[in-house]
């Protein structure tokens, strides 16, 4: 797996790590990582992690939908998407290690790599994912996958960053 922009996030968020393995929210300082805000969403869970609201939202990831402030539920229709999306985000925020992913999509943007990893809150819980996002896109298709909604999603990679980054 080679993508310099998620493997520098990835570099970052280690660096960030605890004595225990955690980063915290508070630990990330844009000023830090200028080049890769473009690409970063914050997005902060509730509901036991049922729900999730997006903090922050690069303008590479909003291509013209920007759904800051809002709950993904808010921004998206009940559609296989956005279950594919929420899946992400309830799988990524259980896994200490983080979440590296590549989907094929059927329109919209023939595929999307997303690093997400997880950041704990005030109360030392993880509360927050901060999440890198690439987009391989159609030579005819403009549409991002937030305004495409596609049902067609395959799965092309799914698991834990360190051992993808290391193929």
Same mark, same amino acid.
């Given at each position: ?6 493997? =520098? ?9 605890? @004595? %225990? ?8 300082? #844009?000023?830090? $990582?200028?080049?890769?805000? #473009?690409? &970063?969403? $914050?997005?902060?869970?509730?509901? !036991?992690? @049922? ?24 921004? &998206? ?10 899946? *992400? *985000? ?6 200490? @290690? ?24 005030? !109360?030392? %819980? ?10 391989? %896109? !159609? ?9 495409? %909604?596609?049902?067609?999603?395959? =799965?092309?990679?799914?698991?834990? #960053?360190? @051992? &993808?980054?290391?193929?």
């Amino acid at each position: 797996m080679n993508d310099p922009i998620l493997y =520098k996030l990835f570099l970052y968020w280690k660096s960030k790590r605890d @004595e %225990n393995g955690f980063a915290s929210k508070a630990s990330i300082d #844009p000023v830090e $990582i200028p080049d890769l805000l #473009p690409y &970063l969403t $914050i997005i902060e869970s509730y509901d !036991n992690h @049922e729900r999730f609201r997006y903090r922050l939202v690069g303008t590479v990831v909003a291509q013209g939908i920007d759904p800051t402030g809002q709950f993904l539920d808010e921004a &998206l229709p009940d559609t296989p998407y956005r279950r594919h999306k929420q899946s *992400l *985000l309830k799988e990524a925020i259980g896994r200490a @290690e983080g979440l590296l992913t590549e989907y094929r999509y059927s329109n919209g943007p023939s595929s999307i790599r997303r690093l997400l990893l997880p950041l704990m809150g005030r !109360n030392r %819980n993880v509360r927050y994912l901060i999440t890198g996002q690439i987009s391989q %896109n !159609n030579s005819d298709e403009s549409l991002s996958a937030w305004q495409a %909604n596609p049902a067609g999603i395959e =799965k092309v990679m799914h698991g834990d #960053p360190a @051992e &993808l980054f290391r193929q």
